[in-house]
């Protein structure tokens, strides 16, 4: 007797996975651009600072860059989690379908092998983008549904923690927190007003480091997907 109990896939499930390939094939194109860019903007930063002392348009248009290159690195970042979470769709849908027809094995090999090319340009480019945002002065943090997805050096250091610990924090501003989540949380808070109303927030700001020394920072704060 045949066996009819395989899994077929049909018409449309197998367009919207070919059509995957090139949009993940884009963000990866897209995502080095601006790791590219990125990577120009801190040569540029470092070159004024280093010749422009003094002048009042490299000191501003330094200030110009370094929000720019704040706001490229989060939506860098934003871009990788993006990409691999299509990443981890791909590979589920590939791993959860086995498909008998010599057509659909072909598909089904290659992109695997998209995914494991995809996986290491990801890898490399992840650590690229690592290593600029450890390299700024500037402390970065990204958080997700009010908690710290990320964090850079700078930052950890400012704040007397290590990126290890940060990672995961809740910004929580109830007064049972500690003092940092509860900065944090009343920042996000500020935050999230200025752009639900379509737009950003900067200003200066306190924060507690881990010993309770106040920090006063300047911030700058917005959203990376719109």
Request: zero cysteines.
């Amino acid at each position: 007797d045949m066996d009819t109990g395989q899994n077929t896939a049909s018409p449309n499930s197998r367009a919207s996975l070919g059509s995957l390939g090139p949009v993940v094939l884009m963000i990866v194109v897209l995502f080095a651009a601006m790791v590219i860019a990125g990577i120009t903007l801190n040569h540029q930063i470092n070159v004024l600072e280093a010749n422009g002392q003094g002048l009042d348009w490299a000191r501003d248009f330094n200030q110009a860059n370094r929000l720019l290159l704040v706001v490229l690195a989060v939506a860098s970042f934003a871009l990788v989690s993006l990409l691999t979470f299509l990443l981890w769709s791909l590979r589920r849908y590939t791993d959860g379908n086995q498909e008998s027809a010599s057509e659909l094995l072909r598909q089904k090999a290659a992109l695997e092998s998209l995914t494991k090319q995809l996986e290491t340009d990801l890898a490399r480019e992840r650590a690229q983008l690592d290593s600029l945002l450890n390299n700024m002065q500037e402390g970065v943090i990204y958080s997700e549904n009010k908690y710290v997805r990320y964090t850079n050096r700078a930052f950890a250091r400012l704040s007397g923690y290590t990126t290890e610990e940060l990672i995961g924090k809740r910004l929580a501003s109830d007064d049972g927190s500690a003092p940092l989540e509860s900065d944090l949380g009343r920042l996000h808070e500020t935050v999230s007003g200025a752009i639900a109303l379509g737009g950003m927030w900067q200003g200066p700001y306190t924060i507690h480091s881990r010993d309770g020394e106040e920090l006063d920072v300047a911030v700058i704060g917005t959203s990376v997907i719109s």
